[in-house]
C-alpha cells in the first residue's frame, strides 16, 4: 500500500458530505454563540482578566478557550457519532476490508477526515476573532496547527472509545464527558479561581491542554509549556489511532 492508502475513507466521506455541507455549519455556531453571548455580551459586565501578568478585556481571554473548543467539536462530531454509525449500521469500514485496505487506513483516514473538519471550524472561528480584534502578536499564525493537534487528540480518543460503544444511548456518556470539559478546562475562568486540587486534575485533561496552547498563541506568549502542551496533545491522538486500529482490527478481521 502507498503512503496515502488512508485517502479512500476520505474522499467517500468527501463525496457523502458534499449534497450536506450545511450540517458543517453546527459545530461551528454553538462557540460562536458563546463568544457573542459571554465572551462579548457577559464581558461588558465580567471587566478585565489578568493572564500571562497582563489585563486583558474578558472576550479577549475567552476568544482562544472558544477556538479550542470550536476544533474539539469538529473532531468529536465526526469521530463518534458518525464513525458509529458507519461502523455499526451501515457497515462502512466491513466493505473497505473487503479491499486492499487495512484497518490502519481506516483509522487514519477516518481519523484525517475529522480533522479536516475540525480545521475548517477552527479557520473560520480564528477569521471571526481577527475580525472582532480578538488576536495579538505573530504568533497567531500558529493557532491553526494547535487547533489541528487539538483535532487530532479529540479525533483519536473518540474513534477509540466509540469502538467500545453498542448503541447511540452511549452517546449519553460522550455528554457526560464533553459538557465538563466544555465548562471546566479554563475556557471561562483562570485556572487560578479553582480550588488546588481541582486545578491539577484540569491540567490532566486534553481540553485545558489546547486552550492553554491556543491561548498562549493568541496572546503572545509563547514558551517552553507551549511545546509541553502541544507534545501532549500528539501523544494523547496517537494513542487513540493505535487503540482504534487494534479494536478494528479485533472486530471486523476474523
Known amino acids: 500500500m502507498t503512503a496515502l492508502a488512508f485517502w479512500p475513507p476520505v474522499e467517500r466521506n468527501l463525496l457523502a458530505y458534499r449534497r450536506y455541507w450545511a450540517a458543517f455549519l453546527t459545530g461551528f455556531a454553538e462557540p460562536l454563540l458563546y463568544l457573542l453571548s459571554i465572551g462579548i455580551g457577559v464581558g461588558a459586565l465580567a471587566g478585565r482578566i489578568t493572564v500571562f501578568g497582563d489585563s486583558v478585556p474578558y472576550r479577549t481571554f475567552v476568544a482562544p478557550g472558544m477556538l479550542a473548543a470550536s476544533a474539539m467539536n469538529g473532531a468529536v462530531l465526526d469521530s463518534t457519532f458518525n464513525f458509529f454509525f458507519k461502523f455499526k449500521y451501515a457497515k462502512t469500514f466491513d466493505s473497505m476490508l473487503a479491499t486492499p485496505l487495512r484497518t490502519t487506513d481506516i483509522a487514519v483516514g477516518e481519523l484525517f477526515w475529522a480533522q479536516m473538519r475540525s480545521t475548517v471550524y477552527a479557520v473560520a472561528f480564528l477569521v471571526t476573532m481577527a475580525a472582532l480584534g480578538l488576536v495579538r502578536g505573530p504568533w497567531v499564525v500558529f493557532a491553526i496547527p494547535a487547533s489541528m493537534l487539538i483535532g487530532f487528540a479529540f ?8 469502538t467500545w460503544m453498542k448503541s447511540f444511548l452511549h452517546f449519553d456518556y460522550i455528554n457526560l464527558a464533553l459538557i465538563p470539559l466544555f465548562l471546566f478546562s479554563g475556557t471561562f475562568f483562570p485556572l487560578s479561581l479553582y480550588p488546588g486540587p481541582l486545578q ?11 486552550v492553554a496552547l491556543e491561548r498562549e498563541l493568541v496572546l ?3 514558551g517552553l ?29 476474523p
Open 200 to 210: 491539577w486534575i484540569v491540567r490532566l485533561t486534553p481540553l485545558y491542554q489546547g
Open 155 to 162: 479525533g483519536g480518543v473518540g474513534m477509540a472509545a466509540t
Open 220 to 222: 503572545g506568549h509563547v
Open 225 to 253: 509549556v507551549s511545546l509541553g502542551h502541544a507534545v501532549y496533545l500528539a501523544a494523547f491522538g496517537t494513542v487513540g489511532v493505535w487503540v482504534t486500529r487494534n479494536r478494528l482490527t479485533q472486530l471486523l478481521l
